[in-house]
């Protein structure tokens, strides 16, 4: 497909397209509205995945020097600078202990994104968060790229070099962890105790450098390496302090299909991370962990209105030698089972609405998963279930106003008195309310 015909065809989707938001600077940048990216943001449509694809650039702009030569003009026109704000209030089923109910933030977060073209080929969605908790600014999720497009096989093939903090932030689709559900969440409410690296461990911890390709509009392949980087840590590392120091360098996977048939579209696709880690050290015994997993995300148009529907499924399988011999777990093989699904309908460019199940479960650990009120386990077991209720609603492009909830059945291996303390899990039941403004 020549670049003419693609571009064309893009253009002819974005009237298929309702009204939401997104990073403005992008919309600034290419002229078109934030929902021809964004259903339901982060989530990306069908043309919002090229975009990224091809490097967060839409077409090069050109100009004539003096002489009348023609060259590729190397910056924008547009300053691709946007901001963000979230403000909240989480209410919990019960308080914990010594704090009172009713976290508020405001702002929860405040972003500044660099996203958009910085030069012919190349692009950035760079972004710079405030968090209340903190209250300092900090790197968030970045990922820069080149894109260029040719033909392999007379099918064309889009291909491109990533670089990145945060496993899965450069991926296409809202099935894999950094832009999965929850959108957004309450930062004070209890967390379980146990998760899979990949799914957010290293997030602005290490620097990626990676290669992808998408075959033919269906294929798309990609492989990054990581390091570790510890933001506010001294240079050159030392590893004091700190949880996860790569060994080496831990390569992260991609390999995912997608297939358009009728009003219909699927992805599924595999993904994951191997890592060789040194707690606290940048020598001796390591902890090993691999991460294979899987996921897909079917779409479905309904008029004006659509439904769409993520899963994953992450199995990792740890080897804890240095833990062990630390004293901090009882065996050194190690597993989890993650399981995700979420389902949302959008209502024409107003509302929408997002239902969603969670798990996790693992092997019993009285070391790695230890008692401690609120966020400890009794019993030593890591299982975590439940589920989450969300409602959206955008009075205008840019402002998102949003309420949930997310209940659990079971916490950290219990139902009842599940850290030794008499909490339950349903006391972590947390009602989450938001405004979400962008501009």
């Not at 996860?244 to 009728?262: D, F, H, L």
């Not at 949003?402 to 916490?411: D, I, L, M, Q």
Request: glycine share 10%.
């Amino acid at each position: 497909m020549s670049k003419l015909l693609r571009f064309a065809v893009l253009v002819v989707f974005v009237f298929q397209l309702k009204l939401v938001y997104a990073v403005p600077s992008f919309a600034r940048q290419t002229g078109l509205s934030c929902n021809v990216c964004h259903s339901n943001p982060p989530e990306l449509t069908q043309f919002g995945r090229i975009f990224k694809l091809n490097g967060y650039v839409l077409t090069d702009t050109k100009s004539k020097d003096k002489v009348g030569i023609s060259k590729d003009l190397s910056l924008s026109k547009n300053i691709p600078i946007s901001f963000m704000a979230l403000l909240s209030n989480s209410a919990y089923q019960a308080n914990q202990p010594g704090a009172q109910n009713n976290s508020v933030g405001f702002p929860q977060q405040l972003s500044i994104f660099l996203a958009g073209a910085l030069a012919p080929h190349f692009g950035a969605m760079a972004q710079v968060t405030y968090t209340h908790s903190d209250d300092h600014f900090g790197m968030d999720n970045t990922d820069l790229r080149f894109a260029n497009q040719t033909k392999l096989g007379g099918k064309s093939l889009d291909y491109g070099i990533t670089i990145n903090n945060n496993p899965t932030v450069q991926d296409l689709w809202n099935s894999t962890p950094a832009w999965g559900f929850p959108w957004i969440s309450s930062p004070s409410a209890v967390g379980p105790l146990a998760a899979p690296i990949i799914t957010g461990a290293l997030g602005q911890d290490v620097g990626g450098l990676g290669g992808y390709s998408m075959w033919n509009d269906h294929l798309y392949t990609e492989l990054t390496v990581y390091r570790s980087e510890h933001a506010g840590a001294s240079a050159p590392n030392t590893g004091v302090g700190q949880s996860y120091n790569i060994s080496g360098v831990a390569p992260y996977w991609r390999a995912a299909w997608q297939q358009a048939w009728g009003a219909n579209y699927l992805e599924v696709g595999t993904y994951g991370i191997y890592m060789r880690s040194f707690p606290g050290a940048i020598s001796g015994p390591e902890d090993r962990y691999v991460d294979p997993s899987f996921d897909f995300q079917y779409e479905r148009p309904f008029g004006a209105n659509s439904l769409d529907v993520h899963g994953t499924y992450i199995h990792e399988k740890a080897n804890l030698d240095a833990t062990f011999a630390a004293g901090g777990a009882s065996t050194t093989n190690n597993h989890l089972n993650t399981f995700r699904i979420d389902s949302t309908y959008h209502w024409r460019n107003r509302y929408s609405a997002t239902g969603a199940l969670f798990s996790t479960t693992g092997n019993s650990d009285a070391l790695l998963y230890a008692p401690a009120a609120v966020t400890g386990s009794q019993n030593g077991n890591p299982d975590t279930s439940g589920y989450i209720a969300q409602f959206a609603f955008w009075p205008m492009e840019n402002i998102d106003l949003n309420v949930s909830y997310t209940g659990y059945t079971k916490f950290n291996g219990a139902t009842t008195n599940y850290d030794g303390a008499m909490r339950n899990a349903s006391d972590n039941n947390t009602v989450y309310m938001a405004l979400w403004l962008s501009f």
